[in-house]
């Protein structure tokens, strides 16, 4: 019994690695079949033939956002700052916006001109 010479198979009676790695970011998210095919054959070249295939389901990365400091207490009048703080696994770009809400619900009275456009992040670091 020998292994098949293919295009770009190993030589007749060597061995080739049984794992397939992928690199980060390879695969985009979403559903994807992948088929490993076995063949077997005598010296007459009669083959006989398997498959089996399995389904990976790649997940978007999770992304994470926070203001950064947290909750706080200010007194009225007094100038404050809050910035942006987000992480996503890939090191990509993420866009965010800011937006006021009242305790009681609605807008931030006098607030909703003031807030800045959307804006991107970079988390690669």
Do not use: K
């Not at 007094?78 to 609605?106: H, I, K, M, Y």
Request: glycine fraction near 10%.
């Amino acid at each position: 019994w020998r292994v098949p010479a293919a295009a770009g198979a190993p030589a007749p009676g060597s061995l080739a690695t049984t794992q397939l790695q992928f690199p980060a970011g390879a695969l985009r998210p979403g559903a994807h079949a992948l088929t490993v095919r076995a063949a077997l054959c005598d010296e007459l070249q009669a083959c006989t033939y398997a498959s089996a295939t399995v389904t990976v389901r790649v997940q978007a990365a999770v992304i994470v956002a926070a203001v950064r400091g947290g909750d706080r207490r200010v007194v009225p009048f007094a100038p404050f700052e809050l910035a942006v703080d987000a992480s996503e696994p890939n090191g990509g770009t993420l866009s965010f916006r800011w937006q006021c809400e009242a305790q009681a619900g609605g807008p931030c009275p006098g607030l909703e001109r003031s807030l800045p456009e959307p804006g991107r992040l970079d988390t690669a670091r």
